[in-house]
């Protein structure tokens, strides 16, 4: 579990370099493709999402760890005790793992909610301002600063006090600016992402993402005001200008507030964004959707051929040795077993003989002391569907745990160790963890 977190995380931040890569050389098209983030950040998802539920890899079963009568309780008692101290090796291990996570993510939550406590006592102090552009309402702080929306259910404007000295045009341009915001709920997407930097505190990517975000957000924004309130792009242009000098100036004094609303931009960013209202660049969104589709096919792709046991169907039964020549039948009673029924089908053959995989799979065993002594070196493979087989009484190993198996694969080779009379397979078929006759599972 601990190897398959790590090996999920490492994908998933892998996924999130590659598409911010990505996200940068679309947004040199078109700088105003805000949504593209949302759609990258899904994707990222699809690298961590199982592709199939029946391939669950499952506990080793518990009857394979019923030992006969004539087995010291001193062998029980060292198996339980070396189970018990993997489990709680591992159970730390997660624990810390989750409580680092915790404690990162509260940080994380706690200055952002110290920044929202300091932006409302901020907008406590603004004074309402009368107006005729829309129902939203409007509010005038007693200092210079960006202006932003603030609030979900019913958001309003909050505008500087230098907005009461603008002239008529500029006012305009400003206050159009933010309705657009509020049009495309941009306020409720920069908290979203907030969040999200929050819980993937660890992920750089996730920050990089929400501030190429912000970028791509203004720039739309600039676009879509423009076009829908019909401004001259030159006036719009010059009226931001005026805006941001005067913002600009004061910004130090309210640096965290001002990152808070998404507004604290680079110089550079600026220029990029007025170089755009006068001369936008537009990539259509056909040619978006059919890239982001054939990244999609590529991920999807990808975890495919890294995973061999792709499809949910049952496994393609094949024997585990190509000479098939049987000593004991599945349930068979024997004095060697303590008369108890036979939890499998004995293959004999000589020593050495290979041993091929009954089907595609993931290796959860390939010693000799994981399960108890009798099976001798024994190998044990999680299939589709819940099924699971087991080879024992091996001489040797080709395999290790956590090897992925395709069609039969050689595994190792027959032997006489454990409990044995000769050298043979001892082949065990489990599904859900029961074991089952092996033999009817072929048709033959």
């Known amino acids: ?57 499952q506990a080793i079963p518990e009857v394979l760890h019923t030992l006969p009568s004539h087995v010291e309780s001193a062998v029980v008692s060292e198996l339980t005790i070396k189970a018990s101290k993997a489990l709680a090796t591992l159970d730390i291990m997660l624990y810390t793992l989750f409580t680092l996570w915790f404690l990162g993510a509260l940080r994380k939550a706690w200055l952002l909610i110290k920044l929202r406590r300091h932006f409302i006592q901020l ?21 210079d600063m960006s202006p932003f929306v603030f609030g979900l259910r ?37 908290i979203m992402w907030r969040m999200l930097c929050c819980l993937f505190w660890f992920n750089p990517f996730i920050h990089e993402m929400e501030k190429e975000f912000i970028h791509a957000m203004e720039h739309r924004c600039d676009r879509k005001t423009v076009q829908h309130f019909k401004l001259p792009p030159l006036q719009y242009a010059q009226s931001l200008l005026t805006c941001l000098k005067r913002s600009m100036v004061h910004q130090h004094q309210h640096q965290g507030l001002a990152h808070f609303s998404s507004s604290a931009l680079s110089v550079d960013e600026y220029k990029q964004r007025l170089t755009d209202i006068v001369k936008p660049k537009r ?12 990244v999609s096919i590529g991920v999807l792709f990808t975890k495919y051929i890294t995973n061999p046991v792709f499809n949910a169907t049952p496994p393609d039964w094949q024997y585990p040795v190509k000479n098939i020549s049987i000593s004991s039948h599945f349930g068979h ?4 077993r303590n008369n108890r029924p036979h939890g499998g089908v004995d293959f004999i053959g000589k020593a050495g003989t290979s041993v091929y995989n009954a089907a595609p799979g993931k290796v959860l065993i390939a010693d000799a002391t994981s399960l108890a002594s009798k099976y001798g070196n024994v190998v ?12 024992s009484h091996l001489d040797d190993f080709n395999v290790e745990a956590g090897d992925w198996l395709k069609h039969y694969q050689v595994i190792g080779s027959m032997g006489s160790t454990g409990k044995v009379t000769g050298a043979h397979l001892h082949f065990e078929m489990l599904q859900n963890g029961q074991r089952i006759d092996p033999l009817s599972k072929y048709s033959n």
């Not at 009673?333 to 060697?336: C, D, P």
């Not at 044990?380 to 080879?391: D, F, K, P, R």
């Open 380 to 391: 044990l493979i999680q299939h589709s569907n819940g099924y699971q087989t087991l080879y």
């Open 333 to 336: 009673i024997s004095k060697i």
């Open 1 to 57: 579990m601990l190897m398959t977190l790590i090996l999920s995380t490492g994908a998933w931040l892998f996924s999130c370099l590659v598409l911010v890569k990505l996200g940068k050389l679309l947004m040199r098209k078109d700088r105003a493709q805000a949504n593209l983030w949302f759609a990258l950040l899904s994707l990222s998802m699809i690298s961590v999402l199982p592709i199939s539920s029946n391939l669950v890899e």
């Open 283 to 294: 990539i259509s969104q056909v040619s978006v959707t059919v890239i982001l589709c054939a």
């Open 154 to 190: 019913k958001p309003k404007i909050i505008l500087p006090r230098y907005f009461l000295h603008l002239k008529g045009h500029e006012q305009h341009a400003l206050l159009c600016h933010e309705l657009t915001h509020i049009s495309y709920k941009d306020h409720i997407s920069v």
């Open 123 to 143: 907008v406590d102090t603004a004074q309402p301002y009368k107006n005729h552009y829309s129902s939203h309402p409007m509010f005038v702080l007693p200092i």
